[in-house]
């Protein structure tokens, strides 16, 4: 009962967060004199083309560009009627791509999904990695197993992504006949769900997660090593050993579970730094995701693009805050009950 | 008979350095206690961890045996395997720790913690082991076994984590119980209910008890026989009444004559004189608001309640209690870092005759002068002083911030402080970690005097010291007060220490003072109900006078079944009356 309030509390607190950030993307992005469309209309002038000029000014009115910022803004959200009354992102029009001639949903409808799949694939695989390895360094510290996964670790820390990835792809390539580059086969593109699609997106997902997963999967582990040897001195410890526990059961059912908290708190802050850190790798990798649209958004001031993508990577940072908060809550009755006892 | 436990010969060490335990021996027979004495570094701790072999990392058994009788073979622990080894442990032989308050999993519920020992030893299932683990927990006295198995341990108090650790350690039956210095932690009500309980469980069970400790009153109370160690070394062993009524070695007398006692008074002493007050408390009041979950309504707790304190100039003024008595939130406010409920008055006098100082109502010049004449000795010499930072560097921040002369002139006034705590001021390059326990709380007293205070306020500053350190620096305490005409808030639940140092005590119980007195007067004759189980309590070193544990171990009890000239309901306490001069008393008259 006291968990679905928190729940609800929690939610409630997300979205007024995801207002004030929406206020904040769309203030940001309009900080650079001129838009997409003045710039054009200015450039158009310039070579004395009349027709485009028009159809330029009639998007200004249609999308209220013309008026002022704050009326913008409430009109982009939805909470305000525009000049076709209300079609902001609360009634799911998330706005026209100008640069792409396109409404942004189009646009970006396909890399959405690729994007969360992508990355909750890396997310998989930072976890699935780091936490066998970190809990066995830690176990088995200051010995060669400690020692070969840190150097295991620095090594994917200190590589660059995009160098990985082109060298996976010939090797992976090479020997194991992997696929290179974009996430599926060309022949499935806009075709419908099929078994052979879903294998073919597999098959192309190996690389990108493991160059996108690397680097977090090794500070992570070094996280979770720090945290479980701070564990591992602890009293409780040997009082669990001086009941007769053998190792791996103590090593798993106590210090691991105090170790976890630090462990969930991470997956707000791992998500939009994978995001924003894949941008890269999904250029070299061709990848269909919104990192590259989101690059291109903003070079060129396609605002509601832009604005559209980073709203949608803010309200992923901010489902994974919450559900680490959930989970911590769920983890540890010391936050469940700390509030209860003041 | 062969003894049930056999220790010969044992030496403990790390690295390459000389054993830190060396050539112990001693035996345990069978519903017999042991107690192994000795202060920080003498090896005790690690000779009691080695019977389980739950040593640190780097430390080696370098030689001996412990030899472990189970009824009808005899096994070497030192030498058994690793798996045998874990049968042993937590079954046979089962283990308690200091710190009851970090010796539990936080995250797991105690019930848990604690059946796991039967399911890992007797392989019961969850429900019989549940039927066992309530039985023990009715047995070392839990009122509602069932809400004790389901709580978590960060919702119970010390003295109840104890108890569920004991459960722990008791569930399997064990022929031999090792405790840790197991009531160092406690306050001595809850010491007497844990050794209490202690002793039941080994008259009903009939298990060997190997009960570590610095205390000589624990040992008097409990043991039959005794270990003295040193340095790694046994200095003395035999039975109780021997080496605590004649101690023979040298050492067993110097911790004979460090352990403070609650003297026997022969006559009270005369009231103080109040005409030249340093510090005044009048009417404090605090009270604290804790902010109940979401939407569920705040609670207040008064930790002080109406606490008038005068403290007269050159002399030393204790506040005693337990923990959460409110006597620590009393010095606080006494220094101004926390401000009293209004109403509540705190007056400084800098000096005899200059004006009064409104303690939480100054302006700012006002209140860095006061900072420079009140200063403070904290309990905890390890974390009170910057690991990074030299001893100089500690010693010159006060009188860098407080502007006070130049370089050399504070260097030098650091070095002649450091001689005044008796250091070499050839430490002054040195950092902290170079440091005893003991020679830290010298340091955090020669930084408190660097700016010439004339009030010094001690929180518990010798609690985390052992026996002899604590005497060192008592006698240090003394001699500066007394050299330098300084005026000491003392802090202490130890009414042995206060008996030394105070020239009057305040006993404070849950924020409201109960009875005030010079310490002559108040161990003379000691009124309230609740002073009385507090001396009570104090075990003394005598096997010839043990405490009644069962007696004391309920403390003074609720306030409803006090004699009638104390009792009272809910918090109308009745008012605090001067019986004799200079003796107060909460009672109706």
């Given at each position: 009962m006291m968990f679905i309030r928190y729940a609800a509390y929690r939610l409630l607190t997300m979205l007024l967060t995801l207002v004030v950030v929406s206020m904040l993307v769309f203030v940001?992005?309009?900080?650079?004199?001129?838009?997409?469309?003045?710039?054009?209309?200015?450039?158009?002038?310039?070579t004395g083309q009349a027709e485009g000029v028009a159809k330029a000014e009639f998007l200004r009115t249609e999308y209220a560009l013309d008026r002022p910022l704050w009326q913008q803004y409430l009109i982009w959200a939805g909470f305000a009627p525009g000049p076709n009354g209300f079609s902001g992102l609360l009634q799911g029009d998330f706005g026209w791509s100008f640069e792409f001639d396109r409404p942004v949903a189009d646009i970006v409808g396909n890399a959405l999904w690729l994007t969360v799949l992508v990355n909750l694939a890396a997310v998989l695989f930072v976890y699935a990695v780091a936490l066998p390895l970190g809990v066995l360094a830690a176990a088995k510290s200051e010995t060669a197993v400690d020692y070969t996964a840190a150097f295991v670790g620095y090594l994917g820390l200190a590589t660059p992504n995009f160098l990985l990835a082109l060298m996976l792809f010939y090797y992976g390539n090479k020997y194991l006949g992997l696929p290179i580059g974009g996430l599926m086969d060309p022949i499935y593109e806009g075709e419908p769900m099929s078994p052979g699609k879903v294998k073919s997106v597999l098959l192309h997902l190996i690389v990108p997660t493991f160059v996108i997963g690397t680097s977090g999967a090794a500070a992570m582990m070094q996280r979770l090593r720090a945290n479980m040897l701070d564990e591992l001195s602890k009293p409780y410890v040997e009082t669990a050993k001086a009941k007769g526990m053998s190792p791996t059961r103590l090593l798993t059912k106590y210090p691991l579970r105090m170790a976890f908290n630090p462990f969930v708190a991470?997956?707000?802050?791992l998500l939009p730094s994978m995001i924003s850190g894949s941008v890269l790798v999904s250029v070299v990798l061709g990848l269909q995701t919104i990192g590259p649209a989101l690059l291109t958004a903003l070079k060129s001031q396609d605002q509601f693009l832009a604005a559209f993508i980073l709203m949608f990577v803010a309200l992923l940072t901010l489902i994974g805050t919450m559900v680490s908060d959930l989970l911590l809550v769920l983890l540890d009755p010391r936050i469940r009950y700390g509030a209860r006892d003041g | 008979m062969t003894p049930l436990l056999d220790v010969q010969g044992l030496s403990i060490g790390f690295?390459?350095?000389?054993?830190v335990v060396q050539d112990v021996n001693f035996t345990v027979n069978a519903g017999e206690t042991l107690a192994i004495v000795g202060e920080s570094?003498?090896?005790?701790?690690?000779?009691?961890?080695?019977?389980?072999?739950?040593?640190?990392?780097?430390?080696?058994?370098?030689?001996?045996?412990?030899?472990y009788n189970n009824g009808d073979t005899v096994t070497d622990l030192l030498t058994l395997n690793e798996r045998k080894m874990r049968n042993v442990r937590g079954n046979r032989i089962s283990m308690i720790f200091q710190e009851p308050m970090r010796s539990l999993s936080p995250l797991h519920r105690i019930g848990n913690q604690v059946s796991e020992v039967l399911h890992l030893h007797r392989g019961m299932g969850t429900a019989d082991a549940k039927r066992d683990v309530l039985d023990t927990f009715e047995r070392v006295g839990f009122a509602d076994p069932e809400r004790a198995y389901r709580a978590y341990p960060f919702e119970m108090s010390g003295g109840m984590r104890q108890r569920a650790m004991i459960a722990m350690a008791m569930v399997s039956k064990p022929d031999l119980l090792i405790a840790d210095e197991p009531t160092t932690a406690l306050d001595v009500t809850t010491q007497a209910q844990v050794l209490g309980l202690i002793k039941n469980l080994q008259k009903e069970t009939g298990m060997a008890v190997i009960l570590v400790t610095h205390d000589l009153g624990v040992v008097a109370n409990m043991a039959e026989k005794v270990v003295v160690m040193n340095k790694g070394r046994v200095m003395e062993s035999g039975p109780a009444p021997a080496v605590l009524g004649n101690p023979g070695h040298g050492y067993t007398q110097k911790l004979f004559a460090a352990a403070?006692?609650?003297?026997?008074?022969?006559e009270p002493s005369a009231p103080l004189n109040y005409d030249d007050p340093i510090l005044e408390l009048k009417s404090v009041c605090k009270t604290y608001t804790v902010r109940g979950a979401g939407w569920r309504a705040k609670t207040k707790v008064h930790a002080c309640i109406d606490v008038n304190l005068t403290l007269p100039r050159g002399k030393t003024l204790a506040v005693v209690g337990e923990s959460g008595s409110g006597k620590t939130t009393c010095a606080r406010i006494a220094l101004g870092a926390e401000a009293p409920d209004t109403g509540s008055k705190v007056i400084f006098h800098g000096a005899k005759g200059s004006d009064p100082l409104p303690v939480h109502n100054m302006t700012r010049p006002e209140r860095v002068a006061f900072q420079r004449q009140a200063q403070m000795v904290f309990q905890d010499p390890y974390s009170s002083l910057s690991p990074r930072m030299r001893v100089q560097e500690a010693l010159t921040e006060p009188m860098e911030i407080h502007g006070i002369g130049t370089r050399a002139d504070r260097r030098d006034k650091a070095a002649e402080m450091l001689r005044w705590v008796g250091l070499n001021p050839d430490m002054l390059k040195r950092f902290p970690h170079a440091f005893s326990g003991g020679q830290?709380?010298?340091?955090?007293?020669?930084?408190?005097?660097?700016?010439?205070?004339?009030?010094?306020?001690?929180?518990?500053?010798?609690?985390?010291?052992?026996?002899?350190?604590?005497?060192?620096?008592?006698?240090?305490?003394?001699?500066?007060?007394?050299?330098?005409?300084?005026?000491?808030?003392?802090i202490s639940h130890d009414l042995a220490v206060v008996a030394r140092i105070a020239d009057e005590v305040a006993v404070m119980r849950q924020g409201v003072v109960v009875e005030q007195a010079p310490p002559d007067t108040l161990f003379y004759d000691p009124q309230h109900p609740y002073t009385q189980a507090l001396i009570a309590a104090q075990p003394e070193p005598d096997v010839n006078r043990p405490i009644d544990l069962s007696l004391v171990a309920n403390g003074a009890g609720s306030p409803d079944t006090w004699p009638e000239m104390f009792r009272f309901d809910g918090s109308a306490a009745p008012d605090l009356r001067e019986l004799t001069p200079g003796h107060k008393v909460r009672c109706h008259v």
């Amino acid at each position: 009962m006291m968990f679905i309030r928190y729940a609800a509390y929690r939610l409630l607190t997300m979205l007024l967060t995801l207002v004030v950030v929406s206020m904040l993307v769309f203030v940001i992005i309009n900080l650079p004199p001129g838009d997409y469309l003045s710039n054009q209309i200015a450039e158009l002038r310039a070579t004395g083309q009349a027709e485009g000029v028009a159809k330029a000014e009639f998007l200004r009115t249609e999308y209220a560009l013309d008026r002022p910022l704050w009326q913008q803004y409430l009109i982009w959200a939805g909470f305000a009627p525009g000049p076709n009354g209300f079609s902001g992102l609360l009634q799911g029009d998330f706005g026209w791509s100008f640069e792409f001639d396109r409404p942004v949903a189009d646009i970006v409808g396909n890399a959405l999904w690729l994007t969360v799949l992508v990355n909750l694939a890396a997310v998989l695989f930072v976890y699935a990695v780091a936490l066998p390895l970190g809990v066995l360094a830690a176990a088995k510290s200051e010995t060669a197993v400690d020692y070969t996964a840190a150097f295991v670790g620095y090594l994917g820390l200190a590589t660059p992504n995009f160098l990985l990835a082109l060298m996976l792809f010939y090797y992976g390539n090479k020997y194991l006949g992997l696929p290179i580059g974009g996430l599926m086969d060309p022949i499935y593109e806009g075709e419908p769900m099929s078994p052979g699609k879903v294998k073919s997106v597999l098959l192309h997902l190996i690389v990108p997660t493991f160059v996108i997963g690397t680097s977090g999967a090794a500070a992570m582990m070094q996280r979770l090593r720090a945290n479980m040897l701070d564990e591992l001195s602890k009293p409780y410890v040997e009082t669990a050993k001086a009941k007769g526990m053998s190792p791996t059961r103590l090593l798993t059912k106590y210090p691991l579970r105090m170790a976890f908290n630090p462990f969930v708190a991470d997956i707000g802050n791992l998500l939009p730094s994978m995001i924003s850190g894949s941008v890269l790798v999904s250029v070299v990798l061709g990848l269909q995701t919104i990192g590259p649209a989101l690059l291109t958004a903003l070079k060129s001031q396609d605002q509601f693009l832009a604005a559209f993508i980073l709203m949608f990577v803010a309200l992923l940072t901010l489902i994974g805050t919450m559900v680490s908060d959930l989970l911590l809550v769920l983890l540890d009755p010391r936050i469940r009950y700390g509030a209860r006892d003041g | 008979m062969t003894p049930l436990l056999d220790v010969q010969g044992l030496s403990i060490g790390f690295g390459d350095a000389p054993p830190v335990v060396q050539d112990v021996n001693f035996t345990v027979n069978a519903g017999e206690t042991l107690a192994i004495v000795g202060e920080s570094g003498s090896g005790k701790t690690l000779t009691c961890r080695s019977v389980l072999r739950i040593l640190p990392g780097a430390a080696q058994l370098r030689a001996g045996q412990i030899n472990y009788n189970n009824g009808d073979t005899v096994t070497d622990l030192l030498t058994l395997n690793e798996r045998k080894m874990r049968n042993v442990r937590g079954n046979r032989i089962s283990m308690i720790f200091q710190e009851p308050m970090r010796s539990l999993s936080p995250l797991h519920r105690i019930g848990n913690q604690v059946s796991e020992v039967l399911h890992l030893h007797r392989g019961m299932g969850t429900a019989d082991a549940k039927r066992d683990v309530l039985d023990t927990f009715e047995r070392v006295g839990f009122a509602d076994p069932e809400r004790a198995y389901r709580a978590y341990p960060f919702e119970m108090s010390g003295g109840m984590r104890q108890r569920a650790m004991i459960a722990m350690a008791m569930v399997s039956k064990p022929d031999l119980l090792i405790a840790d210095e197991p009531t160092t932690a406690l306050d001595v009500t809850t010491q007497a209910q844990v050794l209490g309980l202690i002793k039941n469980l080994q008259k009903e069970t009939g298990m060997a008890v190997i009960l570590v400790t610095h205390d000589l009153g624990v040992v008097a109370n409990m043991a039959e026989k005794v270990v003295v160690m040193n340095k790694g070394r046994v200095m003395e062993s035999g039975p109780a009444p021997a080496v605590l009524g004649n101690p023979g070695h040298g050492y067993t007398q110097k911790l004979f004559a460090a352990a403070p006692v609650i003297p026997k008074v022969a006559e009270p002493s005369a009231p103080l004189n109040y005409d030249d007050p340093i510090l005044e408390l009048k009417s404090v009041c605090k009270t604290y608001t804790v902010r109940g979950a979401g939407w569920r309504a705040k609670t207040k707790v008064h930790a002080c309640i109406d606490v008038n304190l005068t403290l007269p100039r050159g002399k030393t003024l204790a506040v005693v209690g337990e923990s959460g008595s409110g006597k620590t939130t009393c010095a606080r406010i006494a220094l101004g870092a926390e401000a009293p409920d209004t109403g509540s008055k705190v007056i400084f006098h800098g000096a005899k005759g200059s004006d009064p100082l409104p303690v939480h109502n100054m302006t700012r010049p006002e209140r860095v002068a006061f900072q420079r004449q009140a200063q403070m000795v904290f309990q905890d010499p390890y974390s009170s002083l910057s690991p990074r930072m030299r001893v100089q560097e500690a010693l010159t921040e006060p009188m860098e911030i407080h502007g006070i002369g130049t370089r050399a002139d504070r260097r030098d006034k650091a070095a002649e402080m450091l001689r005044w705590v008796g250091l070499n001021p050839d430490m002054l390059k040195r950092f902290p970690h170079a440091f005893s326990g003991g020679q830290r709380q010298r340091l955090s007293i020669a930084r408190a005097l660097t700016l010439d205070p004339s009030l010094l306020v001690c929180d518990e500053p010798t609690s985390a010291l052992d026996v002899s350190v604590q005497e060192q620096i008592l006698t240090l305490l003394e001699d500066i007060r007394d050299r330098m005409g300084l005026s000491y808030l003392f802090i202490s639940h130890d009414l042995a220490v206060v008996a030394r140092i105070a020239d009057e005590v305040a006993v404070m119980r849950q924020g409201v003072v109960v009875e005030q007195a010079p310490p002559d007067t108040l161990f003379y004759d000691p009124q309230h109900p609740y002073t009385q189980a507090l001396i009570a309590a104090q075990p003394e070193p005598d096997v010839n006078r043990p405490i009644d544990l069962s007696l004391v171990a309920n403390g003074a009890g609720s306030p409803d079944t006090w004699p009638e000239m104390f009792r009272f309901d809910g918090s109308a306490a009745p008012d605090l009356r001067e019986l004799t001069p200079g003796h107060k008393v909460r009672c109706h008259v």
